[in-house]
C-alpha cells in the first residue's frame, strides 16, 4: 500500500446505470478519507434513483435507476458532492477489539505463512496482532472487512484453488491485506485464526459488526477462550 498518492477525484459512467468516482491510482489513508467523505455525503445527501454505494479503496461505485433520473443529471449531482468534500467532519474511529484464536486447530494455513516469511508462528502472532488496523470497506459477503495496513513482513500469496467453504469468523491474509469471512463462504485468503465474533447480524438494527472508517485491534486468545466464547454466543 502507498503511503500517498494523488487524491484528486475522477468520474466516469462504469455502466448504464453506475458512476465510478476515482481518487488516484494509490491505496492510502488519505485516500481513504476522501472515499469516506464521498460515501457520507451521498447517504446524507442521496441523488434522485440512488440505488447502492459501494465503497472501495480508492473509489467508490454508485448505482443508480436510469429510469428515475437521466445519467446526465445523475452524473452532475454527485459532481456536485464532490465540491463538498472537505467540509465533511470526520469523527474519531471507533476502535474495536476482536478476539482471534491462533491455535493451528482453527488456523490452517498459520504454518505456511510462517514458512513463506520467515517467521516462527509465535512471531507470526505477535506481528498480526500488534497493529491497529484500519476498515477501508465492508465487501466481498456482507460484514466482511478489507484491514490495513498488513506489516509487510506478512504479505503471503492467496491459495492456489480456493477452499469451497470457510468458516464463519476466519481470520486470513491474501497477499498484502488481512479480513474477518463473516459468513460461511468459498475463499482463497490464508487462514490464520478464527474469532468468536459474529460480524454479519441481520436481525440487528446494525447488521454488521464494523463500518467503514473503524479501527480494528486483534486480541490473541486460547483456543479455551475461544470454546466458551462461542458457547456464550449460541
Known sequence: MSPKEDSSPSISFASDHSLLVVFGNGVSRDIHHNVQR???LLQSRPPAGLRNIHPAY??????????????????????SLLDL???????SPRLV??????DRSLAPDLEFVASHTGLAVDDV????????????FIGFTPGFPYLGELPDRLATPRLAAPRLCV???????????????SLPSPGGWRVIGRT???????RESFPTLLEIGDQVRFRPVSLQ???DMMKKAK
Open 167 to 181: 468458516p464463519e469468523g476466519s481470520v486470513a491474509i491474501g497477499g498484502r491485506q488481512t479480513g474477518i469471512y
Open 97 to 102: 477489539q476482536i478476539p482471534v484464536c491462533y
Open 85 to 91: 468534500l472537505n467540509s465533511v467532519l470526520l469523527t
Open 196 to 202: 468468536p465474533l459474529k460480524l454479519f447480524r441481520p
Open 225 to 227: 477462550e475461544f470454546n
Open 58 to 79: 480508492n473509489s467508490v461505485l454508485v448505482s443508480f435507476d436510469p429510469l428515475v433520473v437521466p445519467p446526465k443529471e445523475f452524473e452532475l449531482h454527485v459532481t
Open 38 to 40: 464521498l460515501f457520507k
Open 125 to 136: 502472532i505477535q506481528l498480526h496482532a500488534s497493529v491497529e488496523y484500519l476498515v477501508y
